[in-house]
Structures are given as C-alpha cells and as structure tokens.
C-alpha cells in the first residue's frame, strides 16, 4: 500500500450506482490471489492485504484501486525473491505495531517478521484482539505475540 493510504468503511459504495458498479469488481479474487501470493513468496505486502481484506463484504472504489495497485507491484517485482545465502544460519526476529491505525475500530495493529539470514521465514500481520490505551502498550502486545511464536 501506498504511504498515507488510509482505507475505511467510509469509503464503501453509498449509492446504487456505486453498488452496482462493484458487483463487477472480483475484489474478493483479487484479495485471494495476493493471499496466495503472499504466503508462497512475497511477505513484503502482508500489511496491505491484512488491510485490504476487510473490506471484502462492503468494497469501494478506493478499495479496488489499493488492491490493483498491490498487483501491480506484484507484477513488477515477480524478478525480486529472497536468498537465505549458504553462510551459518542466524535467525533474527522483529516486531512493530501501530496504535490505532484506522477509524473503522479502536484496535492497534501488530506485526512480526522472523528473518533466516537475509530471507523471510514467518509473518505475521493482524489487528489485536483487544482495545488498548496506549502506543506503549500496543507494541508490548506486538514483542509478547512474537515471542510466543519464536519460543512456544
């Protein structure tokens, strides 16, 4: 997704004209096909579908043009892959969150990346489970759920 793109629920068809121009839209499809694309190969766009996939019952305009532009980066970077390289193995892992990101809810977002060398091995992106209070506490949530998956 782009910088500054914020997708919400207000943004969803308000007219019938606008309803019937999205029942032409395979926005669900395409929410499928870089879902596909995300877990097979290409973990750098997991936010954007995380988002993008919200909206797959009330998708608007500013919906699908987010969702052609990720193929459109898919599609220009198809040539771009990961490389694990043949040093010793060093496993990294990273977490980040964002407090509150969007006005359809109060939830933060989190996200975990476990790197092998230089290659991505496990993602994840999702809202939190519960409403939070703080950027602090936000990314607290992020570190716990990333230890979990890295220890169990």
């Not at 606008?18 to 973990?43: N, P």
């Not at 608007?60 to 970077?77: C, D, Q």
């Not at 060398?117 to 496990?122: I, L």
Request: charged share 25%; aromatic share 10%.
């Amino acid at each position: 997704m782009r910088h500054g793109v914020q997708l919400s629920k207000k943004q969803s068809p308000k007219t019938d004209e606008e309803f019937k121009r999205m029942l032409d839209v395979a926005y669900a499809s395409a929410v499928g096909s870089i879902q596909y694309v995300v877990q097979c190969a290409k973990s750098d766009v997991a936010y954007a579908l995380s988002v993008m996939s919200r909206y797959q019952v009330c998708a608007g305009e500013a919906h699908w043009t987010t969702g052609k532009t990720i193929l459109k980066y898919l599609k220009r970077t198809k040539d771009i892959f990961l490389v694990y390289g043949d040093g010793e193995l060093i496993l990294k892992s990273y977490s980040d969150a964002s407090f509150q990101p969007n006005d359809d809810d109060a939830k933060s977002q989190s996200g975990f990346v476990f790197k092998l060398n230089s290659g991505v091995v496990a993602w994840k992106s999702s809202k939190q489970d519960t409403t939070i209070d703080s950027t602090m506490e936000a990314e607290s949530i992020a570190v716990q759920k990333r230890l979990r998956m890295r220890f169990g």
